[in-house]
């Protein structure tokens, strides 16, 4: 079972058929999930995202019959046993955060999106102590060397303002990680424009960074589209 971002995308699941006591995979069934702009802004809409999520995560549950006359049966699953490897929090962590709601991994590094942590830091291994900017959002980056993880870095958007949960959406390539900020209010279009211009309220942004030599900074800030294009 896969998913094309860090919360909700397109889910494939198994459909099993049952004839003459063998199951057989047939195919896969596609769930795409509703759009972010379905749902309310703010800890209730992230509450209906995450029962949706579980619902679609229940496992193979779309069943076909391939025309036999036996009940339907879902095939018998193996699952390899898992170990718990580390036990990751925040370096700040404080209640109603909800740390551990986004998380995407691509190899030895992790990234967690918590859209409600309030830090007014901007940037890179800014202050986390500073808890001026409610809901503004954060994403915390960690490695792991010889089976050991630590925090590698804190990022900020370089323009933090409260209710903006920024890491609602996180995604991460190789050494590009992309950050969503959903509520974010800069009336800016297209790439790195005016991002302290805040007469588009709930108008969304993307953050681009990049690490190299395991430092983190900020590529690029991406507004609304820009007209015409």
């Given at each position: 079972?896969?998913?094309?971002?860090?919360?909700?995308?397109?889910?494939?699941?198994?459909?099993?058929?049952?004839?003459?006591?063998?199951?057989?995979?047939?195919?896969?069934?596609?769930f795409?999930?509703?759009?972010?702009?379905?749902?309310?802004?703010?800890?209730?809409?992230?509450?209906?995202?995450?029962?949706?999520?579980?619902?679609?995560?229940?496992?193979?549950?779309?069943?076909?019959?391939?025309?036999?006359?036996?009940?339907?049966?879902?095939?018998?699953?193996?699952v390899?046993?898992?170990?718990?490897?580390?036990?990751?929090?925040?370096?700040?962590?404080?209640?109603?955060?909800?740390?551990?709601?986004?998380?995407?991994?691509?190899?030895?590094?992790?990234?967690?999106?918590?859209?409600?942590?309030?830090?007014?830091?901007?940037?890179?291994?800014g202050?986390?102590?500073?808890?001026?900017?409610?809901?503004?959002?954060a994403?915390?980056?960690?490695?792991?060397?010889?089976?050991v993880?630590?925090?590698?870095?804190?990022?900020?958007?370089?323009?933090?303002e409260?209710?903006?949960?920024?890491?609602?959406?996180v995604?991460?390539?190789?050494?590009?990680?992309?950050?969503?900020?959903?509520?974010?209010?800069?009336?800016?279009?297209?790439i790195?424009?005016?991002?302290?211009?805040?007469?588009?309220?709930?108008?969304?942004?993307?953050?681009?960074f990049t690490?190299?030599?395991?430092?983190?900074?900020?590529q690029?800030?991406?507004?609304?589209?820009t007209?015409?294009?």
């Amino acid at each position: 079972m896969e998913l094309t971002n860090s919360l909700l995308g397109k889910m494939p699941v198994p459909l099993i058929c049952s004839s003459s006591c063998q199951s057989e995979q047939i195919g896969y069934r596609m769930f795409t999930t509703t759009r972010f702009t379905d749902y309310p802004p703010g800890k209730l809409g992230r509450v209906l995202r995450i029962l949706i999520l579980a619902l679609l995560s229940l496992g193979p549950t779309m069943i076909q019959g391939c025309g036999s006359d036996e009940t339907p049966q879902t095939a018998p699953q193996t699952v390899a046993p898992l170990k718990q490897q580390a036990y990751v929090k925040a370096s700040n962590t404080e209640s109603d955060d909800w740390f551990g709601t986004n998380i995407v991994v691509d190899g030895d590094t992790l990234v967690v999106g918590v859209s409600f942590e309030d830090s007014a830091a901007t940037g890179i291994n800014g202050n986390q102590a500073d808890n001026s900017a409610p809901d503004s959002g954060a994403v915390y980056v960690f490695t792991r060397t010889g089976g050991v993880w630590s925090q590698q870095a804190y990022v900020k958007a370089a323009n933090t303002e409260a209710g903006d949960e920024s890491g609602s959406w996180v995604a991460i390539a190789g050494d590009t990680l992309v950050v969503g900020a959903p509520f974010e209010d800069s009336a800016a279009t297209g790439i790195n424009g005016n991002q302290a211009d805040n007469s588009a309220p709930d108008s969304g942004a993307v953050c681009v960074f990049t690490r190299a030599g395991g430092v983190w900074s900020q590529q690029a800030y991406e507004g609304l589209p820009t007209r015409g294009r």
